[in-house]
């Protein structure tokens, strides 16, 4: 038996939808686009959802949308899109460090990085839990400080009743391992009219529509990006958004049946944590084992067909080329990047595969 990290849940349905949409006109930018952004307002109450190619276009686009350059804060414990959206716009990515628990970034780590020249923080949700937005909105507010969401990990998930992506600029991924599919893709969320009415010119080559005297006339009113989703693309996640309340159930039931089996074994295993008045969205299902066992067990996991990971390792203020950027010391995503484990889960994982997964993690502590 061999096991995904993860395999997408894509049906016939959106097959023939996408094969329909194909079959029309539009092959680019269409109709599904508008139904698509439409429904994502409506699930996650949003005013104003654009579709693009990639959630890093979607941090790109959130970062111009400041209109200032400067030092924005993010985790290093995320994937490196986050800190090369900063800098692609000519801004400086500023380390901070994260909860050990929740994986998440740090508010006391965030004020230490705090500087005149502070313009922005990224929080990252990991893996499908919130970051404390309630405390970091709060500091962010005193501080003047704006903020975007790097909501890849999070669709669906939120805090009390408000969803991930609406507390900021939300920024949200649609590659093949998160909670719904477009193949690739991303989606920008903001309440705020002046971002849309600006990121929408922006991922369109800077066109303005509103300036047409003919027909045929094109204004360019600032350097933009070709950053638009096709139609074809926004179909399937048109289909995949009608199912993520099932997806996301799914997922936190193979979650419950590994936090309830890996407990059993006799040895330190961190399964999740959930704050209490948080939904956990279980894009990754990642636990932390000790240093000394962390590779091993990786490897004897792959040695038997399971295409566990390790997310992040390294964290992105060991990567090279961004080292200049780390100005304080991150005790906790050292730590936590060498303990993690991210084990696989999907909708469609049977119980025989989570039983399977399971079954050899036990053996391997024997």
């Known amino acids: 038996?061999?096991?995904?990290l993860c395999r997408p849940s894509i049906s016939n349905n959106e097959i023939k939808l996408v094969a329909k949409s194909l079959k029309s006109s539009w092959l680019t930018h269409g109709p599904f686009n508008i139904k698509f952004e439409q429904l994502f307002n409506k699930k996650f109450k949003t005013r104003y959802s654009i579709a693009?190619?990639?959630?890093?276009?979607a941090l790109e686009c959130a970062v111009k949308s400041l209109g200032v350059k400067g030092e924005i804060i993010i985790p290093s414990f995320t994937w490196v899109s986050t800190a090369n959206a900063i800098i692609n716009c000519g801004s400086k990515p500023v380390f901070a460090d994260v909860d050990y628990k929740t994986r998440n970034i740090d508010l006391n780590s965030i004020k230490k990085c705090v500087t005149k020249k502070t313009v922005?923080?990224?929080?990252?949700?990991?893996?499908?839990?919130?970051?404390?937005m309630n405390k970091i909105i709060k500091f962010c507010k005193k501080k003047n400080i704006k903020i975007i969401e790097d909501s890849a990990e999070t669709l669906g998930a939120k805090i009390g009743n408000k969803f991930t992506g609406s507390f900021g600029i939300g920024c949200f991924s649609f590659f093949p391992t998160k909670n719904i599919t477009t193949t690739e893709g991303g989606m920008l969320t903001t309440n705020n009219k002046n971002v849309y009415n600006y990121v929408k010119k922006l991922i369109a080559h800077g066109i303005d529509k509103k300036i047409k005297t003919n027909f045929w006339y094109r204004v360019a009113v600032l350097p933009g990006h070709n950053f638009r989703m096709p139609n074809h693309l926004a179909a399937i996640g048109y289909l995949q958004l009608k199912k993520i309340e099932k997806f996301n159930k799914r997922r936190n039931q193979i979650a419950g049946i590994y936090n309830s089996e890996l407990s059993k074994i006799n040895h330190k295993i961190y399964t999740p944590f959930i704050p209490k008045g948080y939904t956990h969205s279980y894009q990754m299902y990642t636990?932390?084992?000790?240093?000394?066992?962390?590779?091993?067990?990786?490897?004897?996991?792959?040695k038997h067909n399971i295409e566990a990971s390790a997310h992040f390792d390294p964290p992105l203020h060991s990567q090279k080329y961004l080292k200049k950027y780390n100005k304080i010391n991150l005790p906790v995503t050292n730590k936590l990047s060498k303990e993690i484990i991210t084990l696989p889960i999907f909708p469609d994982m049977t119980k025989k595969e989570v039983f399977y997964v399971i079954k050899t993690f036990k053996k391997f502590f024997r």
Do not use: E, Q, W
């Open 120 to 132: 922005a923080i990224i929080v990252v949700h990991f893996a499908g839990l919130p970051c404390d």
């Open 52 to 57: 693009m190619n990639s959630c890093t276009s």
């Open 1 to 4: 038996m061999k096991i995904p």
């Open 287 to 302: 636990i932390t084992v000790s240093k000394k066992i962390r590779n091993k067990l990786l490897n004897y996991l792959k």
